[in-house]
């Protein structure tokens, strides 16, 4: 059994799981403490994105599923918008992905960055828009339908890229690129 426990752990870096879990508790707490959408929204896109290029994209993709639970939970989500939160994460890993795979097939690393955070901040904005369409029409109540596309339409799109240019330059000062 010692020696299972020492294998697990050989392969465990320290460091990234203590980076993943504070990224996490910010990306976590911050929805259900600073219920401004356009404060917490770069806050948290920029978390996603600082996790995908300082950890790893597997916690990336893990990280996507949590915040807008916490920002459900904790107020800054209306409970009426229950019904968005799986797209929600669904559009947290478009952004995400989308990022990645530009940076990962451009030569220029950096110019790969911006393309994948403006295609993925679209993606990520046309994507909620069509499922409020969608949703908004079978779970929502009509009058509610225009105050949700507001909370989850444009303003997604500019916290996706705000969140983006955040992150892009705490990484230039982590010399990360």
Request: charged share 10%.
């Amino acid at each position: 059994m010692d020696y299972l426990k020492i294998r697990t752990m050989e392969g465990v870096n320290v460091r990234e799981v203590a980076t993943f879990l504070g990224f996490a508790g910010v990306s976590t707490m911050l929805p259900i403490y600073i219920h401004l959408q356009w404060l917490t929204g770069p806050i948290v896109n920029a978390i996603l994105i600082l996790v995908l290029f300082i950890v790893g994209i597997r916690s990336a993709l893990v990280l996507c599923l949590v915040p807008s639970l916490m920002a459900l939970s904790g107020g800054l989500l209306p409970a009426v918008l229950a019904p968005m939160v799986p797209f929600i994460m669904i559009s947290n890993t478009i952004l995400v992905l989308s990022i990645d795979w530009f940076y990962n097939n451009f030569k220029d690393e950096q110019k790969g960055y911006w393309v994948g955070l403006f295609v993925g901040a679209t993606a990520k904005f046309l994507f909620l828009f069509f499922s409020i369409k969608i949703i908004g029409k079978l779970l929502i109540k009509q009058e509610l339908v225009v105050k949700v596309a507001q909370q989850l339409g444009w303003l997604q799109l500019a916290t996706a890229i705000f969140g983006g240019v955040i992150a892009w330059v705490i990484l230039k000062w982590l010399k990360r690129f």
